[in-house]
């Protein structure tokens, strides 16, 4: 039996490979099995069976299950016999905080960390972290949950940043902020309560905290920041796009740290 199956579209399991998806049980399975940087498997709420033997995998290696109807799973697939099971391809490997932190030292440089609270549209995290690699921040955090992930749409909007920066992605978004504290990392949140962000000196170790598009940063994020940065608006719009706000204020902390620096 030939094992890339066409679709309706002529399109086999390996094009979608190719295109960032693993369809169906045993490819997923394997995927898994053979330490392929999976982002998330979606799965069939009516799947049963041999779906409980990737569900056991998923959980063991740490890697995201979404229930999805298999509209969705039909959509993604494009006619490839998807058996209830679709995996997205991680378009990068992860990094832990500590690696982070690691790589600042390494390059003997203050830690500049730019932490995502929920930021849900992957187009707004590859623009955050194209403007991230740009700006020479070490590292990006984002939550497992009610997140954008290392996608490939995310790998396309970067421009390819997503291969250079270090992407760390943990379960809870609060003890990530307090292990950056306990390195001595000052976490500064972006909120339209806080101080003019041009008032406010951005030196030494900073973590720069993005929030999401429709409700900007969530409580629990908010009290762990030290202080709150807001920028000044003039217009009748009371906001900004997330990845336009996040390269402002990005880049203030660049001129900060670079202002008094002799370029050639």
Not at 47 to 68: D, Q
Request: with cysteine; proline share 2%; glycine share 10%.
């Amino acid at each position: 039996m030939n094992s890339k199956q066409g679709g309706k579209n002529g399109r086999s399991q390996s094009d979608e490979s190719s295109q960032g998806l693993i369809v169906g049980r045993n490819p997923v399975a394997e995927a898994i099995r053979s330490g392929k940087t999976i982002d998330s498997v979606y799965v069939s709420t009516k799947a049963t069976g041999s779906v409980s033997v990737i569900l056991k995998l998923c959980r063991e290696n740490g890697i995201i299950v979404k229930r999805v109807d298999d509209k969705k799973l039909d959509k993604m697939s494009i006619g490839i016999p998807h058996q209830g099971v679709v995996a997205a391809v991680g378009c990068a490997e992860y990094y832990s905080v500590a690696q982070i932190l690691e790589y600042a030292a390494q390059r003997d440089e203050d830690p500049f960390i730019i932490i995502c609270d929920e930021i849900e549209d992957p187009h707004n995290l590859g623009a955050i972290i194209r403007t991230a690699e740009a700006a020479g921040a070490h590292g990006v955090i984002i939550p497992k949950r009610r997140s954008a992930s290392l996608s490939q749409t995310v790998f396309k909007t970067s421009a390819g940043a997503a291969a250079y920066v270090k992407v760390a992605r943990v379960s809870n978004l609060a003890s990530a902020i307090d292990e950056l504290k306990n390195a001595g990392v000052w976490i500064y949140g972006t909120d339209a309560g806080g101080e003019d962000y041009s008032a406010v000196e951005l030196s030494g170790a900073i973590g720069l905290v993005i929030g999401s598009e429709g409700y900007g940063i969530g409580r629990l994020i908010k009290e762990k920041c030290d202080f709150l940065l807001r920028l000044p608006m003039f217009g009748k719009v009371n906001s900004l796009n997330a990845s336009v706000a996040a390269g402002i204020f990005m880049y203030e902390v660049v001129r900060q740290r670079t202002k008094n620096i002799k370029i050639d």
